[in-house]
C-alpha cells in the first residue's frame, strides 16, 4: 500500500473503527426488512475465544470432497494483528469441520500461518479434489504497509496444507473471495486494489489448473467511482461473468459482467442498494443468493439470473458480517459469518427460501 495507504477493506474506519465494502449490476428492486420476521437470529456460536484467538472474523465455507463442511476463517488479537511479541507471527488463518450438516464442529485448528498478518481467508474446493485457500497478507516494512495475494493448496481433502503459500498478485492488491472454478477449467479468482486516489476491482485467471495466474485484470478502473470493490464472482447460466463490488463508505455496491470468461468487463453498474462484503452462491434450484454486510448482516435473493434483487433480508443484527453460503443436503442454506467486538466469534446459521424471503429453521 506505500506511504498514501489503500483505503483496503477491513482496515479502514467505518462504523466499527475499520473499512467495509459493496456490490451492483442494472436497475433492481429493494425490498424491505420486513421480508423475514424481526425474531431473535437462530444462530450457533462455531468459533470464539482462545482455541483460535481472541478476535476471530472474515469467515468462509465450503463442501470438502468428502461431504463435510469446512470453515476458515482468520484469527488475531484484534481486527489487524501485526506480528507483536505475544503474537510473534501475527495473525492467522484457522479452520474447523463439520461433519453433521454444519450442526456441531471441531475444534480450530491452525490451517496457515506465516510470519506476517495472515488475513481474509476463503476456501474452495476444485474438481479435481484440490482445496485451495486464498488469503492476503499484511505486513509493515520500514514503516509503510504492504499487501499481497497468497494462495496454499491442499491435496488430501485439507488435512495438510502448502507450508509456503504461493504470492499470485503483490504490492497492493488484497483478497476477499474463494477461487471460482467455471465449466472449461478456467479459474478466476476477485481481487481488489486502492490507493488515495482510487480504488476498484478485479480478477486474477488462470487457464491451466491453478498452475500459473495473469496479472489483475481491471474491471472498469476509471468509471469514476470508488469502489473498494472485494471483488466476488459467478457464472450465469447464459455463461456471462458476473462480478460483485463493494462501494466506498455510503456507495452502493456495483456489478460488472463479462462475455468472455473474464478477459474483458463491461461498465460498472450501480445494484440500487449498499452491500460490503459480497459473496454469490448458486442453489441448485436455480436461486443466486447475494450475503453481504450493511445493513447488519444481510441477504439478497435473485431468481431471474441477477436481473433483479429481493431484499435487504436481514440475517442477524451483528454488523462484523463478511458472510458466506453453501446449500446443504437437504436444500436449506448455511451460513457463517462474525461479531465484531470484544465477544468476536464466528457465527452460523441455517435457513429456508420461501416466496417472500426466507425461514429461519434454527438447529432442532
Known amino acids: 500500500m506505500s506511504t498514501h495507504v489503500p483505503r483496503l477493506a477491513k482496515l479502514r474506519n467505518c462504523n466499527l473503527s475499520r473499512m467495509w465494502f459493496v456490490i451492483g449490476i442494472c436497475v433492481l428492486w429493494q425490498a424491505p426488512h420486513s421480508l423475514v420476521s424481526a425474531d431473535s437470529p437462530k444462530h450457533a456460536v462455531i468459533s470464539r475465544g482462545e482455541a483460535a484467538g481472541p478476535y476471530q472474523a472474515f469467515p468462509d465455507v465450503c463442501r470438502l470432497p468428502n461431504g463435510d463442511l469446512a470453515c476458515v476463517f482468520y484469527a488475531g488479537y484484534g481486527h489487524v494483528s501485526l506480528p507483536t511479541a505475544e503474537w510473534p507471527r501475527g495473525g492467522r488463518i484457522c479452520v474447523v469441520e463439520s461433519s453433521d450438516e454444519g450442526r456441531t464442529w471441531s475444534e480450530p485448528r491452525v490451517l496457515f500461518d506465516g510470519p506476517q498478518d495472515d488475513r481474509d481467508p476463503h476456501i474452495a474446493a476444485l474438481r479435481d479434489g484440490r482445496l485451495a485457500c486464498s488469503f492476503f497478507q499484511y505486513r509493515s516494512v520500514d514503516g509503510k504497509i504492504e499487501h499481497d495475494v497468497c494462495l496454499v493448496e491442499s491435496f488430501d481433502g485439507g488435512r495438510t496444507w502448502d507450508a509456503k503459500p504461493r504470492v499470485l498478485a503483490a504490492d497492493r492488491w488484497a483478497v476477499s473471495a474463494p477461487v471460482r472454478e467455471l465449466p472449461d477449467g478456467t479459474q478466476l479468482l476477485?481481487?481488489?486494489?486502492?490507493?488515495?486516489?482510487?480504488?476498484?476491482?478485479?480478477?486474477?485467471?488462470?487457464?491451466?489448473?491453478?498452475?500459473?495466474?495473469?496479472?489483475?485484470?481491471?474491471?472498469?478502473?476509471?468509471?469514476?467511482?470508488?469502489?473498494?470493490?472485494?471483488?466476488?464472482?459467478?457464472?450465469?447460466?447464459?455463461?456471462?461473468?458476473?462480478?460483485?463490488?463493494?462501494?466506498?463508505?455510503?456507495?452502493?455496491?456495483?456489478?460488472?459482467?463479462?462475455?468472455?470468461?473474464?478477459?474483458?468487463?463491461s461498465p460498472v453498474e450501480d445494484s440500487g442498494f449498499l452491500g460490503h462484503s459480497p459473496h454469490l452462491t448458486k442453489l441448485s434450484t436455480g436461486e443466486i443468493l447475494l450475503t453481504h454486510r450493511q445493513p447488519a448482516t444481510s441477504l439478497h435473493i435473485s431468481r431471474d439470473d441477477a436481473q433483479s434483487w429481493q431484499g435487504p433480508i436481514e440475517l442477524d443484527s451483528v454488523g462484523g458480517a463478511y458472510p458466506s453460503t453453501v446449500e446443504l443436503k437437504d436444500g436449506a442454506v448455511l451460513v457463517v459469518y462474525y461479531e465484531e467486538g470484544p465477544t468476536s466469534a464466528v457465527r452460523a446459521m441455517r435457513f429456508r427460501l420461501t416466496d417472500d424471503g426466507i425461514e429461519k429453521l434454527g438447529w432442532d
Open 190 to 265: 476477485g481481487v481488489y486494489t486502492g490507493d488515495a486516489s482510487t480504488a476498484y476491482g478485479a480478477v486474477l485467471r488462470s487457464t491451466d489448473g491453478g498452475q500459473s495466474w495473469s496479472d489483475p485484470v481491471a474491471i472498469d478502473p476509471n468509471s469514476g467511482v470508488r469502489l473498494d470493490a472485494e471483488t466476488d464472482v459467478l457464472r450465469l447460466p447464459n455463461g456471462k461473468i458476473l462480478a460483485a463490488l463493494r462501494g466506498d463508505g455510503q456507495v452502493n455496491l456495483h456489478f460488472a459482467t463479462s462475455d468472455d470468461q473474464g478477459v474483458t468487463w
